[in-house]
């Protein structure tokens, strides 16, 4: 397996425009250990972002319910705990407790349709049906 690999999550039409999916993924490190890792992805438009589902206050996940990120207003990603909202196209905090610091953005790349994360080592699912 190539350590920085792409790798496919959803489809593109998967995640409506104007609205955020979080994924729970399982990451690889440099020495081989294994890790959860979550993460956001928004589709605005034909564009597709991605973050850290991890806030920057307290280390806790942003969605309060299952997939649900934004605001009431549906511009900014939110944070369920303590109300911090995020520019979307930026991952900065714009108010709340972590004002002036950021998501942490994640590589992505839209491919044949298809959501995918570049710059890391998942676990493939169907790689450990195989052992």
């Known amino acids: 397996m190539q350590p920085h ?5 959803c489809g593109f039409n998967e995640i409506p425009s104007r609205r955020a999916m979080g994924f729970h993924l399982m990451v690889v490190d440099d020495h081989g250990n294994r890790r959860p890792w979550s ?3 928004v589709r605005w438009g034909k564009k597709v ?3 850290a ?3 920057p206050h307290n280390g806790v996940n942003l969605d309060w319910e299952r997939n649900e990120f934004l605001d009431p207003y549906g511009i900014r990603l939110m944070c369920g705990k303590h109300g911090s909202t995020f520019e979307l196209g930026t991952g900065r905090c714009v108010e709340g407790p972590c004002q002036g610091r950021a998501l942490t953005p994640i590589a992505l790349a839209v491919l044949d349709d298809d959501i995918c994360v570049v710059g890391v080592r998942l676990v493939e699912d169907d790689a450990s049906l195989n052992t």
């Not at 690999?5 to 999550?9: G, L, N, Q, R, S």
């Open 39 to 41: 993460i956001i992805v």
């Open 5 to 9: 690999a792409i790798y496919a999550i």
């Open 53 to 55: 589902n991890k806030c």
């Open 49 to 51: 972002l991605g973050y």
